[in-house]
């Protein structure tokens, strides 16, 4: 994992001069991070990356002369670097940042409707470009073909309380985009809090929804948790867990952000140590910082099955690690592996 001990060099892309002026300043902000240059199209900005060598890039995805994703496959091919995505999230927008992301970009950022608005985000830009600059690039692509480890589970095979837990942060996409696909139909509802913006979580719902067996779409709050679906918690809104009989409903609120973040994988663990307990499989993959961490623990301690990913598969290890370190973790597997650990974790506390 890169060294933080020097200022991360960051290199701004974005063909308006209001915007790279904003993020500029934005960045500046913090201590830690020196913008080393700016470039207004990706030509520039491949002058620019060989002179300056930065640590981390912003980029636009909307360009003159050559798209941000055009540009984006090419670096990850000749030159990689950890690329955060500012980028508006249209429809369309949104989708070509789901591509971003299949090609090699570590995150993505709403782009502000003004620079004003980028002042208000600067400690979450500062988040995702330290984020990237502690980034690893996996051994094995997260994402791809795969095949469900286990036939579909028959109904009724799982208490209605059973519930299955997903958190992430930096690199969750790309690992939710493998581990969900590799699951079987027919498993307890599963919730999963990825630390997202507005507007994507939909397109990423949907897309989610496209390639697995069971159905995933955007939570709705109030909505009960069915057998064979996952719901994904909508950007800016926290999701939480509560008891409706004997099955569980969602609630969403836009609580103050918890450890920066809104989603806020903590907000969801705890919900489910108080409401689920031992009924609950609960899994942390790659991230920055420390959310969901107390969580995690708070779940194993009421009887969860905990999961954490581990280092070598993180693109981030910020979050598997503080959980591991406060013992919240009974088992700790590789992303590659995790689809399986879910499953024995499923059978061994089956009632």
């Known amino acids: 994992m890169k060294s933080t001990s020097h200022k991360i060099r960051v290199l701004v892309v974005d063909d308006s001069a209001l915007a790279r002026r904003a993020i500029s300043d934005a960045l500046a902000l913090d201590p830690e991070i020196e913008v080393v240059g700016t470039a207004s199209d990706p030509y520039a ?27 984006l496959r090419i670096l990850q091919k000749h030159h990689p670097l950890p690329v955060v995505i500012i980028s508006s999230f249209t429809p369309s927008g949104s989708a ?27 400690q979450q830009l500062a988040y995702h470009v330290k984020a990237a600059a502690q980034s690893r690039r996996r051994k094995t692509p997260a994402a791809g073909p795969v ?15 059973r519930v299955i837990l997903i958190g992430a942060s930096t690199g969750g996409i790309e690992a939710l985009r493998f581990l969900l ?33 069971f159905a995933v779409r955007e939570a709705v709050d109030g909505e009960e948790l069915r057998t064979g679906s996952c719901l994904v918690a909508p950007g800016d809104f926290h999701l939480a ?78 979050m598997p690690q503080a959980a591991i370190k406060l013992g919240a973790a009974e088992k700790v597997v590789s992303l590659q592996r995790m689809p399986r650990a879910i499953l024995q974790a499923l059978q061994s506390c089956r009632k």
């Open 45 to 71: 900005a491949r002058d620019e990356i060989l002179a300056l060598q930065p640590d981390v890039i912003t980029l636009d995805l909307e360009m003159p002369r050559m798209d941000g994703l055009t540009f």
């Open 241 to 318: 867990l509560v008891t409706a009989g004997q099955r569980y409903k969602v609630k969403l609120s836009q609580s103050p952000p918890v450890h920066h973040c809104r989603p806020s994988v903590d907000i969801l663990f705890r919900s489910a140590a108080e409401h689920a307990g031992n009924q609950a499989v609960a899994v942390l993959l790659t991230g920055m910082g420390v959310d969901g961490a107390r969580g995690l623990r708070l779940l194993r301690a009421a009887g969860a099955y905990t999961l954490a990913e581990n280092e070598e598969s993180s693109v981030v290890f910020g």
């Open 96 to 122: 070509k940042a789901l591509e971003a992301l299949e090609a090699g970009a570590l995150d993505v950022l709403a782009k502000p409707s003004s620079s004003a608005n980028f002042g208000q985000l600067a």
């Open 147 to 161: 095949t469900p480890v286990a036939p579909p589970i028959p109904p009724g095979e799982f208490s209605s309380r």
């Open 181 to 213: 696909p590799s699951l079987p139909n027919g498993l307890p509802p599963i919730l999963v809090v990825q630390h997202i913006p507005a507007n994507f979580s939909r397109i990423l719902a949907n897309h989610l929804n496209q390639i697995c067996p």
